[in-house]
Protein backbone atom coordinates (compact mmCIF):
# COMPACT_ATOMS: atom_id res chain seq x y z
CA UNK A 1 0.00 0.00 0.00
CA UNK A 2 1.34 3.41 -0.69
CA UNK A 3 2.00 5.82 1.92
CA UNK A 4 -1.05 8.30 0.70
CA UNK A 5 -3.42 5.31 0.09
CA UNK A 6 -2.37 4.49 4.51
CA UNK A 7 -2.71 8.18 5.45
CA UNK A 8 -6.03 7.79 3.63
CA UNK A 9 -7.37 4.93 5.50
CA UNK A 10 -6.01 5.52 8.67
CA UNK A 11 -8.07 9.34 8.31
CA UNK A 12 -10.91 7.17 7.62
CA UNK A 13 -10.72 4.99 10.40
CA UNK A 14 -9.98 7.75 12.87
CA UNK A 15 -13.96 8.67 12.97
CA UNK A 16 -15.07 5.41 13.17
CA UNK A 17 -12.66 4.83 16.34
CA UNK A 18 -14.16 8.37 17.86
CA UNK A 19 -17.43 7.13 17.46
CA UNK A 20 -17.23 3.84 18.69
CA UNK A 21 -15.28 5.49 21.80
CA UNK A 22 -18.20 8.16 22.37
CA UNK A 23 -20.97 5.38 22.21
CA UNK A 24 -18.46 3.43 24.59
CA UNK A 25 -18.48 6.27 27.01
CA UNK A 26 -22.10 6.95 26.85
CA UNK A 27 -22.77 3.16 27.71
CA UNK A 28 -20.92 3.45 30.48
CA UNK A 29 -22.19 6.93 31.62
CA UNK A 30 -26.11 4.99 31.25
CA UNK A 31 -24.96 2.01 32.85
CA UNK A 32 -26.99 1.43 36.07
CA UNK A 33 -24.01 -0.22 37.69
CA UNK A 34 -21.96 3.29 37.73
CA UNK A 35 -22.60 5.58 40.06
CA UNK A 36 -23.15 8.81 37.69
CA UNK A 37 -25.70 11.88 37.93
CA UNK A 38 -28.25 11.20 34.90
CA UNK A 39 -29.38 13.88 32.61
CA UNK A 40 -33.02 13.91 34.45
CA UNK A 41 -31.14 14.35 37.93
CA UNK A 42 -29.29 16.88 36.92
CA UNK A 43 -32.18 18.90 35.42
CA UNK A 44 -34.23 18.03 38.32
CA UNK A 45 -31.09 19.90 40.47
CA UNK A 46 -30.78 22.34 38.45
CA UNK A 47 -34.76 23.17 38.85
CA UNK A 48 -34.58 23.02 42.50
CA UNK A 49 -31.82 25.16 42.48
CA UNK A 50 -33.91 27.73 40.21
CA UNK A 51 -36.55 27.02 42.92
CA UNK A 52 -34.35 28.15 45.80
CA UNK A 53 -32.63 31.11 43.99
CA UNK A 54 -36.69 32.63 43.12
CA UNK A 55 -37.15 32.17 46.57
CA UNK A 56 -34.04 34.18 47.64
CA UNK A 57 -34.43 36.94 45.08
CA UNK A 58 -38.10 37.51 46.32
CA UNK A 59 -37.28 37.25 49.77
CA UNK A 60 -34.41 39.87 49.22
CA UNK A 61 -36.26 42.30 47.13
CA UNK A 62 -39.02 42.75 49.65
CA UNK A 63 -36.84 43.06 52.31
CA UNK A 64 -35.41 45.99 50.24
CA UNK A 65 -39.00 47.37 49.82
CA UNK A 66 -39.31 46.95 53.59
CA UNK A 67 -36.19 49.06 54.19
CA UNK A 68 -37.41 51.82 51.99
CA UNK A 69 -40.38 51.67 53.58
CA UNK A 70 -39.05 52.16 57.12
CA UNK A 71 -36.33 55.19 55.98
CA UNK A 72 -39.56 56.63 54.72
CA UNK A 73 -41.62 56.49 57.45
CA UNK A 74 -39.10 56.17 60.14
CA UNK A 75 -38.80 60.43 59.77
CA UNK A 76 -42.09 60.74 61.75
CA UNK A 77 -40.72 58.56 64.80
CA UNK A 78 -40.79 60.44 68.15
CA UNK A 79 -38.37 61.15 70.10
CA UNK A 80 -38.84 57.99 73.35
CA UNK A 81 -37.65 58.88 77.00
CA UNK A 82 -36.02 56.60 79.28
CA UNK A 83 -39.26 57.27 81.80
CA UNK A 84 -41.62 55.63 79.24
CA UNK A 85 -42.01 51.62 79.41
CA UNK A 86 -39.30 49.49 78.04
CA UNK A 87 -37.84 52.08 75.63
CA UNK A 88 -34.63 53.84 75.79
CA UNK A 89 -34.09 57.32 75.24
CA UNK A 90 -33.98 58.18 71.44
CA UNK A 91 -34.44 61.47 69.66
CA UNK A 92 -36.62 61.79 66.76
CA UNK A 93 -36.20 59.87 63.89
CA UNK A 94 -33.34 57.99 65.29
CA UNK A 95 -32.68 55.73 61.80
CA UNK A 96 -33.54 51.90 60.24
CA UNK A 97 -31.11 50.20 62.93
CA UNK A 98 -32.89 51.78 65.71
CA UNK A 99 -36.78 51.56 64.61
CA UNK A 100 -36.28 47.98 63.80
CA UNK A 101 -35.49 47.07 67.70
CA UNK A 102 -38.56 49.27 68.40
CA UNK A 103 -41.57 47.61 71.12
CA UNK A 104 -40.54 43.83 71.43
CA UNK A 105 -37.19 44.50 69.93
CA UNK A 106 -36.54 46.41 73.09
CA UNK A 107 -37.60 43.27 75.25
CA UNK A 108 -34.70 41.23 73.01
CA UNK A 109 -32.24 43.68 73.57
CA UNK A 110 -32.38 44.05 77.34
CA UNK A 111 -32.44 39.99 77.44
CA UNK A 112 -29.32 39.81 74.86
CA UNK A 113 -27.21 42.64 76.66
CA UNK A 114 -28.49 41.96 80.68
CA UNK A 115 -30.43 38.71 80.86
CA UNK A 116 -33.12 37.66 82.74
CA UNK A 117 -34.32 39.23 85.85
CA UNK A 118 -34.14 37.05 89.53
CA UNK A 119 -36.87 39.13 91.05
CA UNK A 120 -40.23 39.47 89.45
CA UNK A 121 -40.41 43.14 89.44
CA UNK A 122 -44.04 44.42 90.90
CA UNK A 123 -45.85 47.56 91.37
CA UNK A 124 -47.53 49.20 94.51
CA UNK A 125 -50.17 46.74 94.88
CA UNK A 126 -48.06 43.67 94.39
CA UNK A 127 -48.59 42.93 91.05
CA UNK A 128 -46.38 41.59 88.79
CA UNK A 129 -45.42 44.13 86.33
CA UNK A 130 -44.61 43.77 82.37
CA UNK A 131 -40.71 42.74 82.43
CA UNK A 132 -38.88 39.99 80.70
CA UNK A 133 -39.79 36.56 81.40
CA UNK A 134 -42.73 36.94 78.94
CA UNK A 135 -40.36 36.86 76.07
CA UNK A 136 -38.70 33.32 75.36
CA UNK A 137 -35.11 32.81 75.37
CA UNK A 138 -33.43 31.17 72.49
CA UNK A 139 -33.53 34.30 70.29
CA UNK A 140 -32.08 37.05 72.53
CA UNK A 141 -29.17 33.85 73.62
CA UNK A 142 -28.51 33.46 69.76
CA UNK A 143 -28.03 37.20 69.56
CA UNK A 144 -26.06 37.73 72.91
CA UNK A 145 -23.75 35.11 71.64
CA UNK A 146 -23.07 37.01 67.95
CA UNK A 147 -23.01 40.04 70.34
CA UNK A 148 -19.60 38.80 72.05
CA UNK A 149 -18.24 37.39 69.42
CA UNK A 150 -18.23 40.25 67.25
CA UNK A 151 -18.61 42.84 69.82
CA UNK A 152 -21.17 44.26 67.41
CA UNK A 153 -24.60 46.27 68.90
CA UNK A 154 -27.79 44.82 69.31
CA UNK A 155 -29.41 47.51 67.14
CA UNK A 156 -27.24 46.14 64.07
CA UNK A 157 -26.88 42.05 65.29
CA UNK A 158 -30.70 41.52 66.42
CA UNK A 159 -32.32 42.40 62.67
CA UNK A 160 -29.13 41.19 60.95
CA UNK A 161 -29.61 37.54 62.45
CA UNK A 162 -33.70 38.19 61.49
CA UNK A 163 -33.22 38.58 58.37
CA UNK A 164 -30.55 35.67 57.52
CA UNK A 165 -33.01 33.37 59.58
CA UNK A 166 -35.71 34.61 57.34
CA UNK A 167 -33.94 33.95 54.43
CA UNK A 168 -33.50 30.05 55.69
CA UNK A 169 -37.48 29.92 56.47
CA UNK A 170 -38.34 30.68 52.95
CA UNK A 171 -36.35 28.30 51.56
CA UNK A 172 -37.65 25.51 54.03
CA UNK A 173 -41.30 27.45 53.24
CA UNK A 174 -40.68 26.80 49.57
CA UNK A 175 -39.46 22.57 50.11
CA UNK A 176 -42.19 21.92 51.95
CA UNK A 177 -44.81 23.27 49.78
CA UNK A 178 -42.95 22.38 46.93
CA UNK A 179 -43.30 18.48 48.33
CA UNK A 180 -46.84 18.61 48.77
CA UNK A 181 -47.77 20.90 45.75
CA UNK A 182 -45.65 21.27 43.39
CA UNK A 183 -42.87 24.45 42.56
CA UNK A 184 -45.37 26.47 40.91
CA UNK A 185 -47.44 26.26 44.04
CA UNK A 186 -44.00 26.84 46.52
CA UNK A 187 -43.08 29.64 44.33
CA UNK A 188 -46.56 31.47 44.82
CA UNK A 189 -46.97 30.54 48.91
CA UNK A 190 -43.43 32.01 48.99
CA UNK A 191 -44.13 34.80 47.34
CA UNK A 192 -47.27 35.83 49.67
CA UNK A 193 -45.99 34.99 52.86
CA UNK A 194 -42.83 37.76 51.71
CA UNK A 195 -45.63 40.14 51.27
CA UNK A 196 -47.92 39.72 53.60
CA UNK A 197 -48.98 42.78 56.22
CA UNK A 198 -46.39 41.84 59.12
CA UNK A 199 -43.76 40.47 56.63
CA UNK A 200 -41.56 43.34 57.53
CA UNK A 201 -41.56 41.90 61.38
CA UNK A 202 -38.84 39.42 59.63
CA UNK A 203 -36.27 42.20 59.23
CA UNK A 204 -36.73 43.16 62.66
CA UNK A 205 -34.85 42.25 66.05
CA UNK A 206 -38.20 39.92 66.78
CA UNK A 207 -38.50 36.33 67.12
CA UNK A 208 -40.49 35.84 63.93
CA UNK A 209 -38.09 34.67 61.75
CA UNK A 210 -36.44 32.22 64.23
CA UNK A 211 -40.39 30.74 65.01
CA UNK A 212 -41.09 30.85 61.29
CA UNK A 213 -38.01 29.05 60.11
CA UNK A 214 -38.80 26.05 63.44
CA UNK A 215 -42.76 25.46 62.42
CA UNK A 216 -41.70 25.08 58.75
CA UNK A 217 -38.62 22.43 59.58
CA UNK A 218 -40.70 21.29 62.12
CA UNK A 219 -43.90 20.27 59.13
CA UNK A 220 -41.22 19.60 56.79
CA UNK A 221 -39.62 16.85 58.84
CA UNK A 222 -42.80 15.46 59.79
CA UNK A 223 -43.65 15.10 56.19
CA UNK A 224 -40.68 13.27 55.45
CA UNK A 225 -41.12 11.49 58.35
CA UNK A 226 -37.72 12.37 60.18
CA UNK A 227 -38.89 12.27 63.53
CA UNK A 228 -35.85 12.11 66.07
CA UNK A 229 -34.67 15.33 63.86
CA UNK A 230 -38.87 17.25 64.40
CA UNK A 231 -38.14 16.06 68.43
CA UNK A 232 -35.42 18.83 68.46
CA UNK A 233 -37.04 20.87 66.59
CA UNK A 234 -40.13 20.78 68.74
CA UNK A 235 -38.13 21.85 71.91
CA UNK A 236 -36.23 24.69 70.54
CA UNK A 237 -39.77 25.65 69.37
CA UNK A 238 -40.55 25.40 72.51
CA UNK A 239 -38.05 27.84 73.60
CA UNK A 240 -38.88 30.45 71.25
CA UNK A 241 -42.24 31.24 71.31
CA UNK A 242 -45.34 29.57 72.78
CA UNK A 243 -47.10 28.17 70.05
CA UNK A 244 -45.91 24.46 70.16
CA UNK A 245 -49.00 23.09 72.03
CA UNK A 246 -50.54 24.02 68.24
CA UNK A 247 -48.47 21.56 66.62
CA UNK A 248 -49.90 18.35 69.02
CA UNK A 249 -53.39 17.91 66.80
CA UNK A 250 -50.79 18.42 63.27
CA UNK A 251 -48.51 14.94 64.64
CA UNK A 252 -52.14 13.03 65.73
CA UNK A 253 -53.38 14.12 62.34
CA UNK A 254 -50.75 12.67 60.23
CA UNK A 255 -50.71 9.70 62.33
CA UNK A 256 -53.73 9.07 61.74
CA UNK A 257 -53.94 9.49 57.96
CA UNK A 258 -50.95 7.67 57.74
CA UNK A 259 -52.15 4.85 59.75
CA UNK A 260 -55.17 4.75 56.90
CA UNK A 261 -52.91 5.22 54.36
CA UNK A 262 -52.45 2.55 51.19
CA UNK A 263 -49.27 3.09 50.51
CA UNK A 264 -46.52 0.49 50.19
CA UNK A 265 -44.70 1.60 53.55
CA UNK A 266 -46.27 0.34 56.73
CA UNK A 267 -46.94 2.50 59.56
CA UNK A 268 -44.78 0.07 62.10
CA UNK A 269 -45.33 -0.18 65.60
CA UNK A 270 -42.02 1.86 66.23
CA UNK A 271 -43.40 4.91 63.96
CA UNK A 272 -46.79 4.70 65.64
CA UNK A 273 -44.48 5.02 69.13
CA UNK A 274 -42.46 8.02 67.24
CA UNK A 275 -45.30 9.57 66.45
CA UNK A 276 -47.00 9.14 69.85
CA UNK A 277 -44.29 10.50 71.39
CA UNK A 278 -43.84 13.34 69.29
CA UNK A 279 -47.41 14.50 69.90
CA UNK A 280 -46.92 13.90 73.75
CA UNK A 281 -43.70 15.85 73.73
CA UNK A 282 -45.67 18.67 71.76
CA UNK A 283 -47.72 18.83 74.42
CA UNK A 284 -44.83 18.72 77.49
CA UNK A 285 -42.96 20.99 76.12
CA UNK A 286 -45.26 23.88 76.04
CA UNK A 287 -44.75 23.91 79.84
CA UNK A 288 -40.94 23.78 79.65
CA UNK A 289 -40.21 27.99 79.54
CA UNK A 290 -42.92 28.71 82.34
CA UNK A 291 -40.53 25.31 84.55
CA UNK A 292 -37.79 27.11 83.51
CA UNK A 293 -39.45 30.21 84.62
CA UNK A 294 -40.50 29.01 88.24
CA UNK A 295 -37.60 27.43 88.80
CA UNK A 296 -35.01 30.51 88.68
CA UNK A 297 -37.67 33.24 90.01
CA UNK A 298 -39.12 31.00 92.52
CA UNK A 299 -42.67 31.77 91.78
CA UNK A 300 -45.13 28.87 90.45
CA UNK A 301 -46.78 30.95 88.75
CA UNK A 302 -44.12 33.45 87.52
CA UNK A 303 -45.08 33.12 83.86
CA UNK A 304 -48.44 33.17 83.65
CA UNK A 305 -48.24 36.17 86.24
CA UNK A 306 -46.20 38.11 83.67
CA UNK A 307 -47.91 37.11 80.77
CA UNK A 308 -51.35 38.90 82.60
CA UNK A 309 -49.17 42.12 82.98
CA UNK A 310 -49.86 42.97 79.21
CA UNK A 311 -53.18 44.78 78.10
CA UNK A 312 -55.68 43.40 81.01
CA UNK A 313 -54.57 39.97 81.55
CA UNK A 314 -54.84 36.89 80.46
CA UNK A 315 -58.39 35.75 78.65
CA UNK A 316 -57.95 32.15 77.41
CA UNK A 317 -60.94 31.17 75.21
CA UNK A 318 -62.85 34.18 75.07
CA UNK A 319 -60.60 37.39 74.52
CA UNK A 320 -60.95 37.47 70.93
CA UNK A 321 -64.86 37.45 71.16
CA UNK A 322 -65.12 40.32 74.02
CA UNK A 323 -62.41 41.92 71.96
CA UNK A 324 -64.30 42.13 69.33
CA UNK A 325 -67.55 42.85 71.13
CA UNK A 326 -66.29 46.20 73.09
CA UNK A 327 -65.02 47.08 69.65
CA UNK A 328 -67.96 47.04 67.28
CA UNK A 329 -70.87 45.86 69.58
CA UNK A 330 -72.79 42.79 68.60
CA UNK A 331 -72.32 43.53 64.68
CA UNK A 332 -68.92 43.04 65.20
CA UNK A 333 -68.62 39.46 67.04
CA UNK A 334 -71.58 38.54 64.63
CA UNK A 335 -68.62 39.37 61.52
CA UNK A 336 -66.02 38.17 63.38
CA UNK A 337 -67.60 34.46 64.07
CA UNK A 338 -69.01 34.38 59.98
CA UNK A 339 -64.93 35.34 59.10
CA UNK A 340 -64.19 32.11 61.05
CA UNK A 341 -66.93 30.15 59.71
CA UNK A 342 -66.35 30.82 55.96
CA UNK A 343 -62.22 30.26 56.93
CA UNK A 344 -62.77 26.53 58.19
CA UNK A 345 -65.75 26.00 55.42
CA UNK A 346 -63.11 26.55 52.89
CA UNK A 347 -60.47 24.84 54.96
CA UNK A 348 -63.11 21.59 54.66
CA UNK A 349 -63.09 21.67 51.11
CA UNK A 350 -61.49 18.90 49.47
CA UNK A 351 -58.80 21.22 47.58
CA UNK A 352 -57.44 21.93 50.64
CA UNK A 353 -56.92 19.00 51.88
CA UNK A 354 -54.87 18.06 49.26
CA UNK A 355 -52.10 19.80 50.70
CA UNK A 356 -51.61 16.82 52.84
CA UNK A 357 -51.60 16.73 56.61
CA UNK A 358 -49.05 18.91 57.54
CA UNK A 359 -49.94 22.02 56.04
CA UNK A 360 -53.70 21.33 56.19
CA UNK A 361 -53.40 20.68 59.90
CA UNK A 362 -51.65 23.63 60.27
CA UNK A 363 -53.76 25.91 58.42
CA UNK A 364 -56.52 24.72 61.01
CA UNK A 365 -55.13 24.27 64.44
CA UNK A 366 -52.72 27.42 64.50
CA UNK A 367 -55.32 29.77 63.81
CA UNK A 368 -57.61 28.01 66.75
CA UNK A 369 -54.87 28.30 68.81
CA UNK A 370 -54.27 31.95 68.28
CA UNK A 371 -58.14 33.00 68.89
CA UNK A 372 -58.28 30.36 71.63
CA UNK A 373 -55.30 31.51 74.08
CA UNK A 374 -54.74 35.08 72.73
CA UNK A 375 -56.29 38.65 72.72
CA UNK A 376 -56.87 39.89 69.49
CA UNK A 377 -54.22 42.95 69.36
CA UNK A 378 -52.28 44.81 67.08
CA UNK A 379 -49.74 42.03 67.62
CA UNK A 380 -52.34 39.35 66.46
CA UNK A 381 -50.85 40.75 62.41
CA UNK A 382 -47.85 39.39 63.35
CA UNK A 383 -48.57 36.06 64.76
CA UNK A 384 -50.75 35.61 62.49
CA UNK A 385 -47.42 35.17 59.51
CA UNK A 386 -46.98 31.59 61.34
CA UNK A 387 -50.51 30.49 59.85
CA UNK A 388 -48.51 30.70 56.37
CA UNK A 389 -50.72 27.70 54.39
CA UNK A 390 -53.17 29.75 54.41
CA UNK A 391 -51.68 31.85 51.39
CA UNK A 392 -52.83 28.18 49.92
CA UNK A 393 -55.93 29.35 49.53
CA UNK A 394 -54.86 31.86 47.21
CA UNK A 395 -53.15 29.91 45.60
CA UNK A 396 -55.80 27.54 44.67
CA UNK A 397 -58.22 30.42 43.47
CA UNK A 398 -55.70 31.63 41.28
CA UNK A 399 -54.26 28.40 39.79
CA UNK A 400 -58.34 27.51 39.06
CA UNK A 401 -58.26 30.63 36.74
CA UNK A 402 -58.47 29.08 33.42
CA UNK A 403 -56.96 31.95 31.24
CA UNK A 404 -53.49 32.85 32.17
CA UNK A 405 -53.59 36.30 31.93
CA UNK A 406 -56.14 36.55 34.38
CA UNK A 407 -53.83 34.27 36.80
CA UNK A 408 -51.00 36.54 36.06
CA UNK A 409 -53.19 39.57 37.39
CA UNK A 410 -54.66 37.93 40.13
CA UNK A 411 -51.16 36.93 41.42
CA UNK A 412 -50.03 40.69 40.85
CA UNK A 413 -52.90 42.25 42.42
CA UNK A 414 -52.27 40.36 46.02
CA UNK A 415 -48.55 40.85 45.76
CA UNK A 416 -48.98 44.44 45.38
CA UNK A 417 -51.88 44.42 47.89
CA UNK A 418 -49.56 42.80 50.27
CA UNK A 419 -46.85 45.15 49.39
CA UNK A 420 -49.38 48.32 50.10
CA UNK A 421 -50.59 47.32 53.54
CA UNK A 422 -46.86 46.77 54.37
CA UNK A 423 -46.26 50.30 54.17
CA UNK A 424 -49.39 50.87 56.31
CA UNK A 425 -48.33 48.55 59.13
CA UNK A 426 -44.28 49.62 59.12
CA UNK A 427 -45.72 53.63 59.30
CA UNK A 428 -48.90 52.74 61.70
CA UNK A 429 -47.68 49.63 64.08
CA UNK A 430 -43.91 49.35 63.86
CA UNK A 431 -43.06 53.05 63.58
CA UNK A 432 -43.62 54.83 66.58
CA UNK A 433 -45.10 58.11 65.56
CA UNK A 434 -47.51 59.39 68.69
CA UNK A 435 -47.65 58.87 72.24
CA UNK A 436 -50.98 57.00 72.35
CA UNK A 437 -48.48 54.00 71.52
CA UNK A 438 -46.40 54.27 74.46
CA UNK A 439 -48.48 54.50 76.69
CA UNK A 440 -49.19 52.06 78.97
Known sequence: MLPTEALSAESEARPRLRQQQEVALV??????????????????????????????????????????????????QIPLQVNLPVYRSTGAAPGYWTIMTNWDGQWYGDIASHGYPFDLP???????????????????????????VTGWSFAFVG?????????????????????ALGTTAARMA???????????????????SLALLLVCSCLLLLRRRRYA????????????RNVVLAMAPV?????????????????????????????????????????????????????TQTSGAWNGGLHL????????????GVLGLVMFLLLLFCLYGLLAGPGARRWGPELWGWAVAYPAYIVLATTFLSSSLRF?????????????LIRSMGSRVVRRCLMGLTVCGGLALQWIWIANFLVISGPAQVLP
Open 251 to 303: ILLHGVVRSRSQADDEFTAHDRLAVGGLAALSVAATGLWPAITSVVTGEASAY
Open 317 to 328: LVGWPLKFLAMT
Open 159 to 179: PAVSVVLGAVAMVVLFRLVQD
Open 229 to 240: WMAIAIVLLALT
Open 27 to 76: SVLTSSQTPMITTESVVRRLRSLGGVGFVIGVYALTRLFALAVVVIAGRH
Open 122 to 148: RDWAGHVTQNAWAFHPLYPLLVAGLMW
Open 384 to 396: MLLAFPLSLLAVD
Open 190 to 208: TAFTCTFISAPVLQAAYAE
